[in-house]
Each structure stands twice: as structure tokens, then as C-alpha cells.
């Protein structure tokens, strides 16, 4: 029998659980999640030529600046998680905030950007597969490379359908080999840099990198940058999705999320650095030239730097980085739909839990293979020309909701008193929010008219970045209109599934009611 929990007007209940698997994971997990969710080598390799390609040496304060709105929405995800350990997260948190209109439209974002992202990811492992044993041919082929990407999406998914723990498990191995090789390349190449063994393009690493108000920096570089940045720290929130879970749900994933924000910065920082430094930047900056090195930023510096077998190690790790990536996203993209079904703003069917794995059923499989479709529509849409707008493109999407989070906790908590509350859960929250939806929407102005220079592909005379940005976003609008025609739509729409959150905070913390007996069955 499956398992389903669609919550209904009559239950007065605050929490209620969706029939997974209660206290499968802690606090080093949940981590491990939250960071390999995030995909450190893959994120570098994908988004850290955009970010050079924008603003040149200043790469590492747009890393550092990048940081302070994912803490401060970090800050939010944890105060709202204390009150509401939904695996809805920020799709629930709206809702009760904004209504639940702002609400579908937010489970909507995070699905869509998760979809796309995993478009992203394939083509990395499809073609790291191939490089990694030396077939460059069938790494260059975008039949091969699609038909690789799409069987690790199918196998990431299986073992997301299968258990969090065997997911848990298979993110520690994981990125302890990414963050491990990523450690050595950034001590070779920092060694080589002070060495003087680095080459001619080598520069030692500087304070003015450091200086975001140096010679050349525009406003338009700046959002740009920020947009880019943001994309590599995007994926921390899987740890509070899993929150359901874990052990203490209600502490365990926002102290993961805010630790695991943290580790990116130290990560990225070094990294950064070390890559810079070792290749310089500029048109003949091995690896970060603004031409070339959206698709690939690190290849060239680890080959010169770790020499043939260490470059293998490099494509391992890439490859490691973004097989864990699509696992992990596919993971909080399923629970998102979940709680969305449980709560009627979906079919009841996405609602279906293995009554064995104790994992979403329908919600996990429907994930993995939309985003096989988008994937392969992707790669030969302008023959894979819109996968290198996908990055950006998601950004708008982040920007969205993350920033809708830090404004829901704003909302939840603008009745509390003392300072650490005042500046945790609200104040550094909303401005996290700002951040985000400013630089999102000063992005989108900018990606709106295509840059031939830049080589900007168009759809329908505009920018490609937009369309997949934004427009992804808008066409949640006739879903959701036509969602609300379905009688369980209905319900969800005027309030009867689901509280706000004047009355979530009003009436306390969860009941006392044990879990079991708040699953509904059938």
C-alpha cells in the first residue's frame, strides 16, 4: 500500500508527515548533502569563467560578496525550518507567507530551475565519462555525450528512488574524492605560482583582487558577476528538504545549511585563487578567458598544473562533482513536488511514497526523466549552443526564490523581539532577499536584448538567457491557472489545505501528536 499524506481542512495539526523516513540521517550527512548538492568542481568548472569573463582579477570578492546573501538566506532557511520542518521548504514557507498563489509559483521556480540545471550536469558527466578514459572523440559527440548523460541521470535517480541513506552514503564518497582533489590542485598550483614554475601568464595573488570598486568595474559586470557567483553556491537548501528525514528536524538541517555555506566559501575562495593565479586572466589565461571558459574553467589549469595523471584526477573529480550534483538535485526536486501534492497544488499521484524505500515514488522518477527530455531537447536545440546560457539563465531563477525565502522569513517573524531574533530572522533575511532579487532583476533587463559579441543566442529576437529565465518562470502562470480549475486545486487555492503563517506561529510548535499517527494512508 503507498503511502500519502494529503493534509485536509479538518486536520489542525502544524506538521504532517508525508510517510518518509523519519531520523535516517544527522547532521554530517545532511552536510555532505548540502555540499555535494552544490557540486563544488562542477560549479567551478561550469560558472567560474562567466564570473572572470565579467570582472576579470576581481573574481574573488564576487566569490566573497556572492557569499553574504546565501548567508543571509541560509539565516532565514533555518529560522523557518525551526517553525515549519516541511520538505516543501520554501514552496510551503511562501505559501503560508504570501498566499498560495506566491506559493505555487515558488514550487514552480524550484522545480524548473532544478530541471534545468540537471540539463547542465549531464552534459558534464556525459562527456567527462568519455574523457576520463581519453575518448575525446566520443566525449566531442553529442550523440554519445547526451546518451552518457542520460544514463547517469537514470542511475542518480534509481539510487534516490532506492534511500537517503543509500543516497547519504554515496554523497560521502563522493565528494570526499572532489574535495580532496580539488585541495591538491590548489596546493600545486599555488606551489608552482611562488616557485616561479607556473609559466609567463602566472601572477601572484594580490589585495586588489579583493577591491570591487577597482579600475573597470561597471554595474553591468558587477550583477553580472554576483548572477554567475550565485550559481555556485545554489544547492545548500537540499540539506533542509531532506529535513523530514533527519534526526531533530527542526535544529539538524538549518545548523547544515549555515555550516555548509561556509565550507563553499573556503572551497571557492582557495580555488579561485589558486586558478587565477596559476593562469592568469585574460585572452591568454589558460582556462579563463571570457571566450572560452564559461563551458570550462578548469581543464587547461589542471592540465598544466597536475600534468596527465593529475588532469585525470581533475576529470574525476568534475565528474564525481556533477554525478553527485544530479543526485542531489533530484533528491529536494522530488520532495518539493511532494509536499506540493500534499497539499493538493499537484496530481495526489506525486504524493505516492515506496512503502519499502520510505522515498517519493512518482516524484522522483517524474524528475529524472523530464529532465532526460529537457536535456536532450537542450543539446540539439541550436546544436547545445542554449546549455552555456543555462547557467545564467538559472540564476534569475535562484535569485527568484531565495530571495521570496528571505522575505518569508521577514514575514513570519516581524512580531519578535530581542536582537539576536531581529537580526537573524528578519533584518539579514530580507536584506539577502534584496540582494538577490535586485541583482535578478537589474540581470534580466541586461539579458533581454542579445549581445552579438558575447555570441548570446536568440529565440524569437530575444536573449536566450531570458527566455530561459525568466521565461521559464511565466510560464508557471497558465499551469497554475489551470490547476486551480482541478477541485483539489481549488481546495489548495482558497486556503483549506494548508495555514498561514499568522496562525503556524500563533499556535506554536509542532504537537505532540506522534508521526505515525499523523499519516494518512490509501
Not at 17 to 31: E, N, P, Q
Not at 68 to 92: E, R
Not at 102 to 127: E, P, R, Y
Not at 231 to 250: C, K, P
Amino acid at each position: 500500500m503507498t503511502t500519502t499524506a494529503p493534509p485536509t481542512s479538518e486536520s489542525n495539526q502544524s506538521f504532517v508527515s508525508k510517510g518518509l523516513k523519519i531520523g535516517a540521517i544527522g547532521l554530517v550527512s545532511s552536510i555532505v548533502i548540502a555540499v555535494a548538492s552544490t557540486a563544488p568542481a562542477y560549479s567551478l568548472t561550469s560558472a567560474l569563467g562567466s564570473v572572470v569573463g565579467e570582472v576579470g582579477t576581481r573574481a574573488p570578492i564576487i566569490i566573497l560578496l556572492a557569499f553574504v546573501p546565501m548567508l543571509f538566506i541560509s539565516y532565514s532557511y533555518q529560522a523557518l525550518n525551526n517553525v515549519d520542518p516541511d520538505c516543501g521548504t520554501s514552496f510551503t514557507w511562501v505559501a503560508r507567507a504570501f498566499g498560495r498563489r506566491t506559493g505555487w509559483i515558488t514550487g514552480w521556480v524550484i522545480v524548473v530551475a532544478d530541471v534545468v540545471v540537471m540539463a547542465n550536469l549531464a552534459f558534464i558527466a556525459g562527456s567527462y565519462t568519455f574523457s576520463l578514459f581519453g575518448a575525446d572523440g566520443l566525449a566531442a559527440s553529442t550523440f554519445w555525450s547526451t546518451l552518457a548523460g542520460s544514463i547517469w541521470i537514470l542511475l542518480m535517480t534509481l539510487i534516490s528512488w532506492i534511500g537517503i541513506e543509500l543516497s547519504a552514503r554515496t554523497q560521502v564518497i563522493l565528494l570526499s574524492l572532489e574535495l580532496a582533489i580539488l585541495a591538491l590542485l590548489a596546493i600545486t598550483a599555488l606551489t608552482k605560482v611562488y616557485t616561479n614554475s607556473a609559466g609567463a601568464l602566472a601572477i601572484h595573488p594580490a589585495w586588489a583582487w579583493f577591491n570591487p570598486f577597482g579600475h573597470g568595474m561597471t554595474v553591468s559586470a558587477f550583477s553580472g558577476g554576483i548572477l554567475a557567483a550565485v550559481f555556485i553556491y545554489w544547492g545548500w537548501d537540499s540539506a533542509v528538504t531532506v529535513n523530514e528525514e533527519t534526526t531533530n528536524r527542526r535544529i539538524t538541517p538549518g545548523r547544515a545549511a549555515v555550516i555548509s555555506t561556509v565550507v563553499l566559501l573556503i572551497t571557492y575562495l582557495v580555488v579561485t585563487i589558486a586558478t587565477q593565479a596559476y593562469a592568469g586572466v585574460g585572452s591568454n589565461g589558460i582556462g579563463l578567458t571570457s571566450d572560452s571558459a564559461s563551458t570550462d574553467a578548469l581543464s587547461g589549469v589542471g592540465q598544466a598544473a597536475l600534468g596527465t595523471w593529475g588532469f585525470k584526477l581533475l576529470i574525476l573529480a568534475v565528474l564525481s562533482s556533477s554525478a553527485a550534483s544530479a543526485q542531489t538535485t533530484i533528491l529536494p526536486t522530488a520532495r518539493t513536488t511532494l509536499s506540493m501534492a500534499a497539499y493538493k497544488a499537484l496530481p495526489r499521484t506525486f504524493a505516492r511514497v515506496h512503502p519499502r524505500f520510505m522515498t517519493p515514488s512518482v516524484s522522483t522518477w517524474a524528475m529524472g526523466i523530464v529532465s532526460i527530455a529537457f536535456y536532450v531537447a537542450m543539446t540539439y536545440i541550436k546544436d547545445g549552443g542554449l546549455l552555456n546560457d543555462l547557467i545564467l539563465a538559472i540564476g534569475l531563477q535562484i535569485a527568484f526564490y531565495y530571495g521570496l525565502t528571505g522575505f518569508a522569513s521577514a514575514f513570519y517573524f516581524r512580531y519578535e523581539r530581542g536582537a539576536k531574533s531581529l537580526w537573524l530572522k528578519i533584518i539579514l533575511p530580507a536584506l539577502g532577499g534584496v540582494i538577490l532579487l535586485a541583482a535578478g532583476v537589474y540581470s534580466a533587463y541586461t539579458f533581454w536584448a542579445p549581445s552579438a559579441d558575447d555570441g548570446d543566442v536568440t529565440i524569437w529576437g530575444v536573449g536566450g538567457k531570458f527566455v530561459l529565465g525568466v521565461g521559464a518562470i511565466v510560464i508557471g502562470i497558465p499551469l497554475m491557472i489551470l490547476w486551480n480549475l482541478r477541485p483539489d486545486g481549488r481546495q489548495y487555492f482558497s486556503g483549506r489545505t494548508m495555514r498561514s503563517a499568522d496562525d503556524l506561529v500563533r499556535e506554536g510548535h509542532e504537537s505532540d501528536v506522534p508521526p505515525e499517527d499523523r499519516v494518512i494512508t490509501g
